[in-house]
């Protein structure tokens, strides 16, 4: 069963060619990040013109790159949300063309279902119930998954998303769009004891998170000390390198404590970490430390797949699909979307 996924609810064009929801027989992820770096973050109408001009030679990358052609389809899968909807809606259209001409099946994916698939498409026996992080730019999500393709939401963010917080925080420092990676690599080697931020406490007990105090504690920080933004091109003064150090290790502890008391709490047999935050090195490392305390296998996607992607929406796909989840022609997007 071989599925074309399409991913466009933000700022990436991506399609893939997924077998059984397991083996990626080609992926291609267009991102434009270079385009919305001068803006800090994504500028949505912009998001949407490129996704129209990416999203046909995107689609033929990955059906060439599989060698199959469209009649040896078993479906179309794509994001119905959430997401921006001008950029969603992109992908909607391209994937209703092509199920409609080549008589497939047209197949919803809810783009967070894509982000807990991906660790699924490099390990087969992940054990459940499992206990899934997301955390991207515009989510950060526990879910309980006590089963293939059942998803229980128990705890997400208050205000900020994780990825959220380090795109604004890069942004105040003028270190460029996506703040995450950039924010990534000046961290290593820096002093991340140098401000201790305090980590946010959610009081009434629910396994939720908040960065949107950590974020004006960064801003406060900034004011406070006179720190300007270095110029372009010049070396990142060592005292933005170790903010940035310790914003990070701030961000990475609140994700982990969240993790784990929600892993006591519900008693998990494996804990996933996905989405692009995911992507973080030290998120990583630190997570299989709190894995191992937990005596707990953790699944984390590979870089590629952490961020967004359509080969997760592949996984997704196959797993909607035998489910019986069908789109009509007359369907839409949504930029807002519950995942049941
Ligand atoms: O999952 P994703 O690609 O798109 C959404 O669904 O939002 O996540 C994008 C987010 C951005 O906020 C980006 O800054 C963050 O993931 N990100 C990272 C890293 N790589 C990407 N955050 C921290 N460290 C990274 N290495
Ligand atoms: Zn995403």
């Known amino acids: 069963m071989r599925i074309l996924a399409i991913e466009t609810s933000c700022d990436e064009t991506a399609a893939a060619v997924v077998e059984d929801g397991r083996r990626i027989l080609s ?23 490129h996704h129209i001009e990416n999203i046909v030679p995107v689609i033929r990358g990955a059906m060439e790159e599989s060698g199959l052609d469209f009649p040896a389809l078993g479906a179309v899968a794509v994001t119905q949300g959430p997401g921006l909807i001008g950029s969603l809606l992109v992908g909607l259209q391209a994937a209703k063309a092509i199920a409609f001409v080549h008589g497939k099946p047209l197949v919803p994916v809810h783009h967070l279902a894509g982000h807990i698939q991906a660790p699924f498409l490099a390990h087969d026996a992940i ?6 992080l997301v955390v991207s730019g515009g989510h950060t999500s526990l879910f309980e998954v006590p089963a293939e393709g059942v998803y229980h939401l128990i705890g997400r963010t208050r205000d ?8 604004k925080v890069a942004k105040l420092l003028g270190l460029g ?10 961290a290593r080697g820096a002093n991340d004891r140098a401000i201790e931020f305090t980590v946010a406490r959610i009081k ?16 406060y920080h900034v004011r406070r000390e006179g720190i300007a933004a270095p110029a372009p091109g010049a070396p ?6 170790d903010l940035v150090a310790s914003f990070q290790r701030a961000a990475v502890t609140a994700l982990l404590q969240g993790l784990e008391r929600a892993a006591r709490d519900r008693r998990p047999r494996s804990l996933l970490l996905t989405g692009g935050v995911a ?6 490392a630190e997570a299989a430390n709190t894995a191992r305390s937990l005596g707990l296998p953790l699944f984390v996607p590979s870089l590629a797949l952490s961020t967004d992607n359509a080969a997760m929406i592949g996984a997704a796909g196959f797993v909607s699909f035998r489910k019986g989840l069908r789109l009509g ?3 839409n997007a949504a930029a807002q979307l519950p995942l049941v």
């Open 27 to 49: 992926s291609i992820v267009s991102t434009q990040a270079e385009i919305h770096a001068p803006y800090g973050g994504v500028v949505p109408e912009l998001a949407s013109r």
């Open 127 to 132: 054990p459940f119930p499992a206990l899934a």
């Open 160 to 167: 900020d998303a994780a990825g959220e917080a380090f795109d």
């Open 177 to 186: 769009y996506p703040g995450g990676p950039v924010i990534d690599r000046l």
């Open 204 to 219: 009434d007990g629910r396994p939720d998170f908040s960065f949107s105090g950590l974020k004006t504690a960064v801003l």
């Open 236 to 241: 990142v003064p060592p005292q933005v390198r």
């Open 279 to 284: 992507a973080n090195s030290l998120l990583r």
């Open 329 to 331: 022609f007359d369907a």
